[in-house]
């Protein structure tokens, strides 16, 4: 009787501003195992937000975390601070994954929201030209 193997899960975080994209794989504890961005793919600083360079990023990453046995994946998709929205390379880089054979088991937005901040300059009557 064949041993049934165990498959790992693994936090998958997607950092995408327009100016770039960063992949940082680790296992539930956060230790880190995989860690790709878009300048280590193409050598065009234009291009490495682009959709098909994330393409390359997540065939990158699959290829390093398949030979660990992690088949599910919890994704954290993470913009700049204060934008509305995530980058064009973090959807492409989950539909790669998903046709690579991954499960995604949950997607959380874990961007950072600016709450209040340092105070506006120009005094109780506000900036005056």
Known sequence: MKKKEKDYEAILNIYTSFNNTIVHVTDMS???????????????????????VAMFIAKKISEEIKDLGIKSLYIK???????????PGAHAIIKSLTREGFKVLNITDSTKIPRGGPKKKGGRRGRRP
């Open 30 to 52: 956060g230790k880190t195992i995989s860690r790709v961005s878009g300048g280590m793919v193409t050598k065009h600083d234009r291009l490495k937000a682009n959709p098909t």
């Open 77 to 87: 998709i993470r913009a700049k601070t204060g934008s509305s929205a995530p980058g």
